[in-house]
């Protein structure tokens, strides 16, 4: 049988490793964390974080990415030993066409998990509301520590999805009167990023939507003020007249 043939196959079995990048990389046996550490050399996590954030790719383009200050010979070897320690590990890189690695089908991926959940919300009915709630306030922030451009813009690719996701499942449980949970999730948005006004906006219009006038005003009042000494601005007139209507 072909080794690409036999990775087919193998891909085929339910997943055996578990892969974290949120919060910090971590790779596990079995459906969570409790299956047992696997250990990973630092160009193994680099090359696995790399193909969990970035989807399938030519050896060339991992080699040329993972390792850009040596020669392209020397990104090779060093790339081929990478893989050789991964799949002695743990069997968590595929080859799934001539050229071209990718994750194996044995892999869980939690960006994919929470990538999932954020467009479901963002697109989808308000079904399944806890459970998204608390996948969208228990994770943590993508690989902190590590540097590589390419990590930094997904980082950021991942903050601003997970921003949106927490506010349109605010706006959403609003909607259904769940307003502890709607608020937990905006005020979640103001912690991630305190100077995100339509963050606030949205803890305020769970405030006027339970009639709580005073909270909405004090919570507006105090972002106008961190807008005044942070930045100099005051807030949008979409949001100044959002709270006069709501007093009038």
């Known amino acids: 049988m072909a080794v690409t043939e036999r990775q087919a196959v193998r891909d085929e079995a339910p997943p055996a490793l578990r892969l974290r990048l949120l919060g910090g990389f971590h790779l596990s046996r079995g459906e969570d964390d409790g299956g047992g550490q696997v250990d990973v050399s630092v160009s193994g996590q680099q090359l696995l974080a790399l193909l969990g954030l970035r989807g399938p790719a030519t050896r060339s383009v991992l080699a040329?990415?993972?390792?850009?200050?040596?020669?392209?010979?020397?990104?090779?070897?060093?790339?081929?030993?990478?893989?050789?320690?991964?799949?002695?590990?743990?069997?968590?890189?595929?080859?799934?066409?001539?050229?071209?690695?990718?994750?194996?089908?044995?892999?869980?991926?939690?960006?994919?998990?929470?990538?999932?959940?954020?467009?479901?919300?963002?697109?989808?009915?308000?079904?399944?509301?806890?459970?998204?709630?608390?996948?969208?306030?228990?994770?943590?922030?993508?690989?902190?520590?590590?540097?590589?451009?390419?990590?930094?813009?997904?980082?950021?690719?991942?903050?601003?999805?997970?921003?949106?996701?927490?506010?349109?499942?605010?706006?959403?449980?609003?909607?259904?009167?769940?307003y502890a949970p709607a608020l937990e999730a905006a005020l979640e948005c103001t912690r991630i990023d305190p100077l995100r006004e339509s963050a606030h906006r949205a803890v305020v219009t769970v405030h006027l939507a339970e009639n709580n006038l005073a909270e909405a005003m004090r919570h507006f009042k105090a972002f106008r003020g961190l807008l005044r000494t942070e930045l100099g601005i005051e807030p949008s007139e979409q949001f100044r007249t959002m709270v006069r209507h709501a007093l009038t």
């Not at 690989?143 to 813009?153: C, K």
């Open 64 to 178: 040329g990415t993972l390792w850009p200050d040596v020669t392209e010979e020397r990104a090779r070897a060093c790339l081929r030993t990478a893989i050789w320690r991964l799949n002695t590990a743990s069997s968590a890189v595929a080859d799934p066409r001539p050229g071209v690695l990718a994750l194996s089908g044995r892999v869980r991926l939690d960006v994919q998990d929470f990538t999932v959940t954020a467009r479901r919300i963002l697109t989808a009915s308000a079904e399944g509301t806890g459970a998204a709630c608390a996948s969208l306030m228990g994770m943590g922030e993508l690989l902190p520590g590590w540097y590589q451009d390419w990590v930094v813009f997904e980082r950021e690719r991942l903050h601003q999805l997970r921003l949106h996701a927490l506010e349109a499942l605010s706006a959403r449980l609003v909607v259904r009167e769940q």
